[in-house]
């Protein structure tokens, strides 16, 4: 049984940062393929950025200079920094790692 949970949502004001985690239980994420998803109301899901088994990452353009995804193998999460938030990163984020989902963390970008 594999259970995937992300932490660290929250409010900020835009120009602001937040770091998302997501932690796993079930599976060894210190080499695991994992993607970042976020969905806003009335959207498509969409990936935000990913990490593959062997590190290689990508990013969507609209986050890519703002947005880092890194792996932490001594606490086994997968992170997202998030700098320079605009409005429009206002989402549910979600992890998945090999169609295992988490049950998403609420980021709201308001001033």
């Known amino acids: 049984q594999v259970e995937l949970v992300e932490s660290g949502g929250g409010l900020v004001q835009p120009g602001g940062s937040l770091r998302l985690s997501c932690a796993a239980s079930?599976?060894?994420?210190?080499?695991?393929?994992v993607s970042w998803h976020r969905q806003a109301p009335g959207n498509r899901r969409e990936l935000v950025a990913s990490?593959?088994?062997?590190?290689?990452?990508n990013y969507a353009d609209s986050v890519n200079g703002r947005f880092t995804i890194s792996r932490d193998k001594v606490r086994r999460t997968v992170n997202l920094q998030m700098n320079d938030l605009k409005p429009e990163d206002t989402a549910v984020y979600y992890c998945?790692?090999?169609?295992?989902w988490g049950q998403g963390t609420q980021v709201t970008v308001s001033s």
């Open positions: 990490i593959a088994s062997g590190d290689k990452i």
């Open positions: 079930g599976l060894n994420f210190s080499f695991a393929s």
């Open positions: 998945d790692a090999y169609a295992w």
